[in-house]
């Protein structure tokens, strides 16, 4: 606790130094940065059957500064996590050191970094560097990159490095080169938008460990796409090639018998007008998994990971909607007849429609009504075992992954009152795409109400939740209260209820309480309860998160 507190003390006075530094030198050089503290206290509950681990204290934290004069930025990023890293959290990250840092040139035309840097190709299917503290994911690169723009355009970039796992680099190569050319600025179109993208993405890693591999050590990818808009539609497509590499089934067991190559292909495209809006998005991914290292290859930390493959379905913002989510499935996994993946195949549909003030179904404020469907399946095909093999149809559609109906209608009835009503009708197939056991069915149903008082500054929010599910855990109930007292600070409880369990002693109650406060760039919240196990996503990525109780602690800063 007391590594904690210094690095929490030593975090502000460098903020406070800093942030007074920029003032005294506001015509010479720019300084920005920031503080981020996620700390949890964990403790025991005989209720959940947890027992708290050792320590039972622990904290992420994250410290970054940059300074900018005139086209030169340079920053570095130090992070600590005392006494460990929160769990389930990369068990790479482990104390206090300094994570990243980098130094940039950027002009009109030249825009020049080396040491740790972000980057994406496209859609990121092929390359994504990027970092999100709350699922523990951060793989910049260590290197170069050079993006060169000699004309609007065009645009080429050019990277090399190895990927950052916990304070190290992976073992591994990675280099690459992107270029876009927008030809409606060559044409000088006016009212449409035409741009044509090329990706090449190399991975070098020597495999010792197999001595006569039956792989190349350098696996090439290429990847080329399209984008187009014309007033109010749009519609883009992408497709990615992956050379011949070792399928890794487990992490750590590189077969040296078992090389395929992979492929994937994005389509989307839309209408969208003022009060209406439609957009499809199909997706193909056959041995998509990409990682800096073969042997991290189903990790469940998300480290080494090269490429962005988030699960295509609808972000939702309830609590029981949330328990049985899709996680995209890109990779390979032939362990029986019962589990047969070489990839995925489906796609979602998005509608949304806005009622007119003053009509019967929009009434004086308006009505929101959004629809979204979801569907995805295993690649059908000729899969053979004991040999490990298979040869899948293109556009084929095998067993169902998952499948989703999401109907939502919001209301504003006047200037204090504003209500929600959502329907959520979902099928996940838990063996096929969690590899545990069965399928299930849920119907849900959520409601909720905003009331603002004292001329809009003072807010109550209430949301009901419920779920009927016919196998696993069964129903739940849900509900949650938030009181926001002024702009600043707030309260709020939620507590999820798995009463249907057919287990009379596992019908848990998931409580938490807790406060928020704001205050210019600050944001601190303290939340007490207990955190339901399962996955947690964020922007279709998920991380496993075990069962806890506790005191948690979040605050940060920017200057």
């Known amino acids: 606790m007391n590594k904690q507190i210094a690095f929490c003390f030593g975090a502000l006075l460098s903020l406070s130094a800093y942030a007074q530094e920029n003032q005294e030198n506001k015509n010479k050089v720019t300084v920005s940065g920031g503080f981020e503290t996620n700390s949890q206290w964990y403790m025991n509950d005989p209720g959940l059957d947890v027992t708290h681990p050792e320590p039972a204290i622990r904290s992420n934290n994250y410290l970054f500064v940059n300074a900018k004069y005139k086209g030169w930025t340079a920053g570095i990023q130090g992070e600590g996590y005392e006494d460990e890293a929160l769990l389930n959290y990369n068990p790479k990250y482990t104390k206090t050191d300094v994570a990243t840092y980098f130094v940039q040139y950027k002009n009109e035309m030249v825009d020049i970094t080396a040491g740790y840097f972000y980057e994406q190709f496209g859609s990121g299917l092929l390359l994504r560097s990027w970092e999100d503290r709350q699922l523990g994911i951060n793989n910049a690169l260590r290197g170069g990159r050079i993006i060169f723009t000699p004309v609007k355009w065009f645009t080429i970039k050019g990277v090399y490095g190895r990927q950052r796992t916990g304070f190290d680099v992976a073992n591994s190569d990675i280099y690459g080169v992107d270029t876009e050319f927008g030809i409606s600025d060559i044409f000088k179109l006016q009212t449409t938008e035409l741009s044509l993208g090329l990706s090449y993405v190399a991975r070098d890693e020597e495999m010792p460990a ?272 938030e009181f926001n007292l002024n702009q600043r600070l707030s309260f709020f409880t939620n507590d999820m209820w798995n009463y249907g369990n057919d287990d009379p002693d596992a019908r848990d109650v998931y409580y938490n309480f807790g406060t928020a406060y704001r205050w210019k760039s600050l944001r601190a919240a303290l939340n007490y309860g207990r955190q339901r196990g399962g996955l947690v996503c964020v922007g279709g990525v998920c991380r496993f998160v075990p069962e806890s109780s506790g005191i948690s602690l979040s605050a940060n800063i920017a200057f």
């Open 210 to 481: 197999i001595p006569d591999p039956n792989f190349e050590t350098r696996t090439d990818a290429f990847a080329g796409r399209i984008n187009f808009a014309h007033q109010s539609f749009y519609a883009s497509a992408e497709y990615n090639y992956k050379s011949k590499d070792a399928v890794v089934e487990k992490q750590d067991q590189v077969k040296n018998n078992f090389v395929k190559p992979g492929n994937a292909l994005l389509v989307n495209a839309g209408y969208s007008k003022k009060g209406f809006g439609i957009d499809g998005t199909f997706r193909r991914l056959e041995n998509m998994s990409f990682y800096s290292e073969r042997r991290a290859n189903k990790n469940a930390f998300n480290d080494r990971i090269m490429n962005y493959i988030p699960s295509l379905t609808k972000q939702q913002h309830y609590n029981l909607a949330n328990i049985y989510v899709y996680q995209a499935q890109p990779g390979v996994n032939l362990p029986d007849y019962t589990v047969l993946k070489a990839g995925e195949i489906g796609g979602q549909i998005d509608l949304f429609y806005n009622f007119k003030k003053g009509t019967a179904l929009g009434g004086k404020h308006g009505t929101k009504v959004a629809l979204n469907f979801a569907e995805w399946h295993a690649l059908s095909g000729d899969y053979y075992l004991p040999n490990k093999d298979y040869d899948v149809d293109f556009f084929g559609f095998g067993k169902r992954f998952f499948t989703e109906y999401n109907l939502e209608i919001t209301k504003k009835w006047n200037e204090q009152w504003q209500t929600g009503f959502s329907y959520i009708n979902q099928y996940n197939n838990l063996k096929l795409v969690q590899e545990t056991y069965g399928k299930v069915n849920t119907n849900i149903v959520a409601a909720e109400g905003t009331f603002k008082f004292f001329s809009g500054k003072r807010s109550v929010r209430l949301v009901l939740e419920h779920m009927w599910a016919d196998a696993d855990k069964k129903n739940w109930a849900a509900g949650t209260a």
